[in-house]
Structures are given as structure tokens and as C-alpha cells.
């Protein structure tokens, strides 16, 4: 039996995003998503190339936290490329990226917004905005990482920040051609978009989570198959990897604080 | 020159390029020299920090084209909040990536740039400036057309310079300075210390002497001028000061003190003086 915690298996779920990626950055926003960019290079993924959060692309695997300005880091690490800001436009739009960002609302086709709640022109709460997520999801593969589930699915978006299926399929010609949803984890669940029309499926389900659950969580018509696998548990190398590499001190369980 | 004289060449109604990002590298000796200076209805043009949220509590800005408005420890700048949620300033708000390309467009003297940045987002729905172009080519492809942005003066902090304006920065990232510097009509650089042309290459490499003098119109040497905001590699953000700047943004009371404190002294030797102060004030107490 796994000792594995609920931010453990989350952290697992959202590696397997990046599962087949191959050779391309993968840029996860925020610390988790961070956490589970290195998580999916160490174990299974190895050719990813990932930042230290800041300019420097680093090979091997940082601990969360540590950048390669930081006084005190470690000597071992190893820079293999430089990522300023403008460098990553270029290679958003190049197409060699996947990120992985939040959402504040989410609605079943994957609108996502982080940008405004209320009237975007004079918001009742400005959040964080637009951001880089247009550019990010019309140009190359996004997940997102959603640790409330409840409170951030919805009906509808006030704001949408990065696009959803529906939008894309409502765009002429070509515009949306490397647009791609490929996972959205939550504290429950995995889901994706392997659907006719592009809306939202259960993809996997958490140990100890029902489809009662997902579903009291989720306010849109969600597409549920009838055989919903569990979501896998971390292997003992992975935990080892989790808790003693990447996330020694704990950051990640810091998310799942109610 | 000095910061005062800078503000000197700058009017009321203008549009001013702010260099830095977030709250890293950012001319804030020349954006507290607007401050205490009776400019205002501008238009900012910024990846906004610190430096949109003065502007904007000080009720200088009409209008504010920006990426995001970030002190990046404190994801949202609170001041940026307000004045969104108030409705006191016009927002023409750009994909991080597309604000990019309205720079390079000034840069390169064309009227736009095509990108999908933006396709199928509400970046298009509420910026009532922006256009979308088609392809001529076979694809025939409908873009996103960010359009040049039209810049009368930019603001830029730099590690080194000389006295020519040749700009040097030492730090992990040059941001979009040398983009500000090449949209705007005129630029003023201030920088961390001014060094001879033949010391420039004494303090880094070829590669970080990334502003040519042919883009810069005045020089201010201004120690500190990027505080509170990060500048590496001579000084990390003073996050204790960001968070007092941040709380202001909460207590009426507080921002009147801030300003007195910070903000309506005559000249950056002061705030520096006042900062060095502060500092011995700190150590002693620990």
C-alpha cells in the first residue's frame, strides 16, 4: 500500500501531462506546476528542458525554490541554455512549449480566466489579467493546474484569458491550428478535452474520490465515460524524487491548504 | 543630467515608455521625479511594476497600455488594482508576448505586426484599438495585427552607461529596454554608474552592451535609481520596502506618509539619504 498523500498523486497527474512531450520547454507558472515539470523529467521525461523559473535553463533536477543566482545554490548545477523573456516569446511561438497555468474560472469547453471578475472594462475584482495566456494557448500545447476545483469550474467566464474549443472552432481558417488543452488537474481529478466537440472529460479519478464527488464540484454538463480509471500513484522512485529532490521542505503541500 | 532636467523635456498628455518588468530594473528615481513634477494625464506604456501603480495613485494616468502590472512577490500591484477597479484609467491590455511585438513594430517603423496572440481570447473583445489582418499568402491565415506603439519618450534604467548613452546591462535579463529605447522619438537613460567608454567592456562582456547611444537622448547617473525594485546583480528587490509601498495601497494614512517619506522629497540624493538612514536604522535594531 502507498503512503502517497493527495498533493503527491496531484503532482503525479499533472507530470503525466508532459508524458510524450519529448524535446520542448516545459514552463510550468507557480511553484506545484514546477514541482511537476521536473517530477515528469526525472522520471520519465527526460529530454524537457526547464528553467530555473528565472532566465537560465537548467539540467538536472532544482529543488523548488532555488534559482542559479542564488548565493547559496547548489554547486552542482548545471546551465545548459539561456531563457530570457523575449527568448521565451520566441519560443511560445515556435511552438516548442508547453506551459502549465491557473485558472480563476474555467468553464466545459476550457475558456480560462485569471484576468477580471465582473464587467472586464471596471471589474468588480481585478485578478492577475491577461497575462501571457492568448498567446500561450492559441500558439502551443497548456495544462492547468486548478487546486479548487468547486470554486473555480463554471458555467461561464467573465473574462477569457486563454481560449477553449469553442472559441478556436469559431475562429476562420487556420488561427487555431496549435491549439491544444491537453490535461486540466484538479484536487479530485484529471480531465481532458478527447471529446467530438471539444468539451471537458473525466479523465482520471483521485484515490479516495468518487464521481459523486467530481460531480458535486463541477457545475457544467461534464463528460463522464463509463469506466473512469483512478489516477496512478506515484512510484517509490518518484516519492523519493518528490520529497527528497525537488520538494524537501514541503512547498507543494502549501496548495492544498483549505 | 539630472532626473529634474529629464521631466524637464517631458508635457502633460504625453506617452512614456517605461522600461523594466514588473518590478525588476525600473527608472524609479525618474518615475519619482515625475511624481513630485506637475505632469499628468499620461498615457504609460509598460510592462508595469511599482512604476504604473505610483503613476496611477498619484492620479497622473489617463491611459495605460500594459502587458500585466506586477511586483512580482506580490502578483497583482495593488495600486494597479484600485485604479482598474475605480475605472480611473483607460486599459489597453496586450498578451505579455503581443505587447512585445507593438514595441518591435515601433522599433522597425512598420504599422503592426501579425501574431495569434490574442486569437479567440477577449484581449480582441475589449481593446476597441485592435485589428485583425488576413494573410495574403495561400493560407490566408486571419492575425492578430498589434499595432506600432507610438511612444514620445522612454524611461529605462541600466546597470552602466557613458556619458554618449551607450547602455549596459549586467543583470539575468535585459527585458525590452532596447525595444523602449528604439519606439519612443526620445529616450533618457539613468543607470547605476556612469563609467568611461573604455570601461565598459571592463564591466561585462560585448554582449550586454545592448542600447546603442544612437537611441538615447540623456544620461542621468542615479546610484540606488531602480530601488525599490530588483537590479541586479547590484542590489536584490527590498522586499521590506515593497510591502510597506504595497500596504499603501490599503490605508489612506499610510499612502500620505509614504509620500512624505518618499515620494515628495526634491531630489534622489534625498530618498537616498533618507534610504541609508532607514538602513542604519534596521541593522541597529537587529
Not at chain 1, 484569458?161 to 484529471?190: K, M, N, W
Request: charged share 25%.
Amino acid at each position: 500500500m502507498s503512503d502517497a498523500t493527495i498533493d503527491e498523486i496531484c503532482l503525479v497527474a499533472l507530470a503525466e501531462a508532459f508524458r510524450g512531450d519529448g524535446e520542448l520547454l516545459c514552463h510550468p507558472m507557480g511553484p506545484f506546476p514546477v514541482a511537476a515539470g521536473r517530477l515528469a523529467r526525472a522520471s520519465f521525461e527526460p529530454d524537457l528542458m526547464l528553467t530555473d523559473t528565472i532566465a537560465y535553463a537548467v539540467a538536472g533536477t532544482l529543488p523548488l525554490g532555488m534559482i542559479v543566482d542564488d548565493p547559496g545554490r547548489d554547486e552542482g548545477i548545471v546551465v545548459e541554455g539561456y531563457l530570457a523573456f523575449r527568448t521565451v516569446f520566441d519560443q511560445a511561438w515556435s511552438g516548442r512549449r508547453h506551459v502549465v497555468m491557473g485558472a480563476s474560472q474555467m468553464d466545459r469547453h476550457g475558456n480560462q480566466n485569471f484576468a477580471a471578475i465582473g464587467d472586464y472594462r471596471q471589474p468588480k475584482a481585478q485578478l492577475l489579467g491577461l497575462r501571457g495566456a492568448p498567446g500561450n494557448v492559441i500558439n502551443h500545447t497548456t495544462s492547468y493546474w486548478i487546486p479548487n476545483q468547486a470554486r473555480t469550474f463554471a458555467e461561464s467566464v467573465d473574462v477569457v484569458s486563454g481560449p477553449g474549443y469553442d472559441r478556436v472552432a469559431a475562429l476562420p481558417g487556420l488561427g487555431g491550428r496549435f491549439h491544444e488543452i491537453r490535461r486540466v488537474v484538479t484536487e479530485l481529478a484529471a480531465y481532458d478535452f478527447e471529446t467530438p466537440d471539444g468539451t471537458m472529460r473525466l479523465r482520471s479519478i483521485h484515490p479516495g474520490v468518487s464521481v459523486d464527488d467530481v460531480l458535486a464540484a463541477t457545475p457544467f454538463d461534464l463528460v463522464v465515460p463509463d469506466e473512469v480509471p483512478a489516477s496512478r500513484l506515484p512510484t517509490g522512485e518518484e516519492l523519493h524524487l518528490i520529497r527528497d529532490v525537488i520538494d524537501p521542505t514541503g512547498i507543494r503541500k502549501r496548495e492544498f491548504r483549505s | 543630467m539630472t532626473e529634474d532636467e529629464v521631466v524637464a523635456e517631458l508635457s502633460s498628455g504625453m506617452t512614456i515608455g517605461i522600461g523594466g518588468w514588473g518590478s525588476r530594473r525600473k527608472p524609479m528615481s525618474l518615475v519619482r521625479a515625475v511624481l513630485r513634477s506637475g505632469l499628468e494625464d499620461l498615457h504609460v506604456v509598460s510592462y508595469g511594476g511599482p512604476d504604473v501603480g505610483l503613476l496611477c495613485a498619484a492620479g497622473r494616468v489617463r491611459k495605460l497600455t500594459y502587458g500585466f502590472v506586477s511586483l512580482d512577490s506580490i502578483p497583482l500591484e495593488p495600486h494597479f488594482r484600485i485604479a482598474r477597479q475605480t475605472g480611473t484609467v483607460e486599459a489597453r491590455e496586450y498578451d505579455e508576448g503581443a505587447f512585445y511585438l507593438g514595441l518591435l513594430a515601433a522599433a522597425h517603423r512598420v504599422p503592426f505586426y501579425p501574431t495569434r496572440a490574442g486569437l479567440g481570447s477577449d484581449m480582441l473583445t475589449y481593446n476597441p484599438d485592435l485589428k485583425t489582418v488576413t494573410s495574403p499568402y495561400e493560407d490566408g491565415t486571419e492575425l492578430v495585427a498589434v499595432p506600432a506603439f507610438d511612444i514620445d519618450v522612454s524611461l529605462v534604467h541600466m546597470n552602466r552607461a557613458d556619458a554618449a548613452g551607450n547602455g549596459q546591462f549586467l543583470g539575468p535579463d535585459l527585458y525590452f529596454d532596447d525595444l523602449f529605447a528604439m519606439a519612443a522619438k526620445r529616450t533618457f537613460m539613468s543607470c547605476e554608474r556612469l563609467v568611461a567608454t573604455e570601461d565598459l567592456l571592463r564591466e561585462g562582456s560585448v554582449h550586454t552592451l545592448k542600447i546603442p547611444r544612437l537611441h538615447t537622448d540623456g544620461v542621468v547617473e542615479a546610484p540606488g535609481g531602480a530601488h525599490f525594485t530588483e537590479c541586479l546583480p547590484d542590489y536584490g528587490r527590498d522586499e521590506a520596502f515593497q510591502r510597506e509601498y504595497a500596504a499603501t495601497a490599503r490605508d489612506a494614512d499610510a499612502w500620505d506618509r509614504f509620500k512624505a517619506d518618499w515620494l515628495d522629497l526634491p531630489a534622489h540624493e534625498d530618498y537616498r539619504a533618507r534610504l541609508a538612514a532607514r538602513q542604519r536604522e534596521a541593522e541597529a535594531a537587529t
